[in-house]
């Protein structure tokens, strides 16, 4: 896009919605937009966009979680998403209304469609960040907090106001941080789950600014036949406050049934390692982990999991980490903050009796 | 019909270790693999080639000249020929540099051998996990896209394809007509493996290609045409590590768990 850096403004989050709902990691974006537009200065905005068809009423859920403007793109053929439509009046509107920083969710949904966007902007996309920052000062404490890198060429007074996108690579071994000096707008999908969403307050209002949608049935050439919900247990992992996940070390998808028992006790969900999805123990929705999802519960129970970084990549900023593991030299220990060495099958009915004591 | 596969090669990340010391990666010794995701995509070209036999299988990629060896498996599993693109000027590319040159590659494709039906790529390389250059293809080459496919139909004269595109709670079933992007994930098939016609099979060519031979417009290539930069790359830092939990017994052992828990108002 233009090549003046300056003229781009606010923070746009592509409000995400599916059948009238708005996903959840399209409020934690907006949480997390708040605290990168503080970061920029005073007259940064929040914006949330929303795309659909008789979608209003989903501008105030987003005021109320921290949108200070809803840009509306309405139009029949919005009503589901398809690519082109989605990509067509998107990229117009981000002509348009020259956001500076664009960020989608890392669904199924935008990591098709943001993609799609950067191409024909002509920007960049950074894929599946875990770590937003636009302050070097408050890069240089993150990085710190949790990584390797030196700081000492960094400069916590620069006035460097650029989008440094953290995202692990290589399977989680690797971390970079990415950044899109030259094209505007800056632009990343963020893996749900990772970001906060801010505190609802009831009744919070701000502006709505309707954007006119031009599209036209031959600008949609993919035809969506039907949707369909599958009807198995749905895993909401990313909501969860406890997870306890299996891994190889169950022996065999029989396994899961202690899991879930588990889970029930303490009303948790049941997450798993990717060797067990592999092996075809249970359904990739419960896979946690680089390839899978990332999880923040209060309490992870890491059960006969070894602790592969691609698995560690997912679960590590777990509040509490508890692993229990045969093997005393499993990788998982180095992260848990309680470690039992033992019998998964001895120890886990053990739990479930003291935990109503 | 005429088919292009994107495939990738890329480094096995289940073998990449960390040196504890340094913090580096270990990749000495790591095997280069066709990344997961585009055997599927060419397994998906193949089940098409077997049902109509007609189909030709164009296997591209772009990487340095080793790549030859994956894409030599690829003919060993049944492609007809392969196109690597492989030149310094495109070194150091993102995404969407990747997909400029990429996109050049099947201009050049297209210029040589006239128009195809169908591009299938993987969802996404292991290495990088984007899932960002397919549809950056489809981009360039104003194909509708359709990502995440996990079941594939073709119309009986070949210009409809159906497809279920996979969805977090479900799945979508789309309809697109012929030339069409298809990112493909691993719930879509399972490849087969190379056989011994494919492997001694002298035929069959892998074309290598730099840039001046596609023509590709080196302003758009490479490191410096590459909207994203890396700005600082790292190993994450692990979590400090915990305490192992005392106790003779089972029973023990968990009851001090819980009595810490409730200690620190965990529960």
Known sequence: MSTNLADYKNIWVFAEQRQGKIMGVALELIGEATKLAKDIDDETKVCAVLVGNGIDHLAQECFEYGADMVYMLQHPLLENFTTDAYAKVMTEAMEEYKP????????????????????????????DCTHLDVSVAKYIEFAKANTTLDTSTLDPNSPDKGLKMTRPAFGGNLMATIISPRTRPQMATVRPGVMSKNERVEGRTGEVVNVAVKLEEADVRTKVLEIVKEAKEMVSLTDADIICSGGRGLGGP?????????????GGVVGSSRACVDNGWIDHAHQVGQTGTTVKPQIYFACGISGAI????????????VAINKDPDAPIFEVADYGIVGDLYKV?????????? | MKVIVCAKQVPDTNEIKINPETGALIRD?????????DANALEEALKLKDQRPDTHITVISMGPPQATDMLFECLAMGADEAILLSDRAVGGSDTFATSNALSAVIDKYVKEFGPYDIIFGGRQAIDGDTAQVGPQIAEKQHLPQVTYVVDFQVSEDGKTVTVKRQLEDGYEVIEVNTPCMLTCTKELNEPRYMSMKGIFNKDKKITVWNAADCEVDLTVVGLKASPTNVFRSFTPRPKGKGSMVAGDTEAEIAANLIASFKEKHII
């Open chain 1, 100 to 127: 500076d920083i664009v960020l989608y969710g890392a669904t199924h949904i935008g990591r098709d469609l943001a993609p799609r966007i950067a191409a024909r902007a002509h920007t960049g996309l950074t894929a």
């Open chain 1, 348 to 357: 886990i009915p053990q739990i479930m009796e003291a935990w109503d004591k």
């Open chain 1, 254 to 266: 029989e396994g899961f049934e202690l899991i879930k028992a588990f889970a029930d006790k303490v």
């Open chain 1, 310 to 321: 691609q698995h560690l990549a997912g679960m590590q900023n777990s509040d509490i980490i």
């Open chain 2, 29 to 37: 010794g790591v095997p280069s693999i066709l990344n997961p995701d």
